[in-house]
């Protein structure tokens, strides 16, 4: 089984995320904002709400399952946990203090996409390659990059008109570092032709094995006219991957 959806959500607690807790009440859900504060041993800490601590200390003593969900920018995050503990005066930061709820840390995260886009998978049979530099904000995008800024070994996974997903192998067991919304030269190398791209990362997490997960978002696609003639070939591309991907699945029933 995949541990991207756990990865997601450490990112998601790492940065503080926000998030809907659902506390069950006479057969019902009550709904409240939170966002994450915390992780430790037991589980995670989230934001609570002061009115509701008799419902709260109800479910602790009886080992209460809540839900917890989070909307990411194209991912969604949701996982059903026991609810372990409350304290009053979590600290944040500074001399600040919330009111806080610790979740045992979940087993299953379950994840699903956002994207308006139709995200289609990339095989090796594909044919399509991808070379990637990071590039600061003031450089134009046709400037050839130095050898320095290329992402080495990038590897495409999924692809749709407004992104891309790729991972990046570890290099002398170093994890490549990036950020998000850092902006990315990207590109795709097909068989007929090269399409040149900018993008920003819109999600990046490292897994057990050192490998570097990143979502793209493709910028400026609209802009102009050149923008404009790269998205129609992006619709190109991504139509007939989807077509060869519905193809491979009816031989496969």
Not at 166 to 184: G, N, Q
Request: hydrophobic share 40%; with cysteine.
């Amino acid at each position: 089984m995949s541990d991207k959806p756990q990865i997601s959500l450490r990112n998601a607690v790492d940065r503080g995320a926000p998030a809907v807790v659902s506390l069950p009440s006479d057969a019902m859900l009550r709904n409240y904002k939170s966002r994450f504060l915390a992780r430790e041993a037991r589980g995670l800490w989230l934001e609570g709400e002061a009115r509701e601590h008799p419902l709260v200390d109800s479910l602790i003593a009886s080992r209460g399952l809540v839900g917890v969900s989070c909307k990411m920018r194209f991912e969604k995050l949701q996982f059903v946990s026991r609810l372990l503990e409350c304290r009053n005066d979590f600290k944040t930061s500074g001399d600040c203090t919330v009111v806080a709820w610790l979740v045992e840390t979940p087993q299953d995260v379950v994840q699903t996409q956002r994207r308006n886009d139709y995200r289609v998978r990339v095989l090796p049979t594909d044919e399509i390659g991808v070379d990637v530099w990071q590039i600061p904000e003031h450089v134009h995008l046709s400037d050839r990059p130095s050898a320095r800024q290329h992402l080495a070994k990038v590897e495409i996974r999924d692809l749709s008109v407004g992104g891309l997903g790729m991972v990046i192998p570890a290099k002398d067991e170093t994890p490549t570092r990036v950020t998000v919304s850092e902006r990315l030269r990207v590109l795709l190398k097909l068989p007929e032709e090269e399409i040149l791209l900018e993008a920003r990362i819109a999600f990046a997490a490292i897994d057990s094995a050192l490998v570097t997960h990143c979502g793209l978002e493709f910028q400026h696609l609209q802009r102009d006219l050149e923008g404009r003639q790269k998205l129609a070939k992006l619709n190109k591309l991504v139509g007939r991957l989807q077509r060869d991907e519905v193809r491979r699945q009816r031989k496969a029933v």
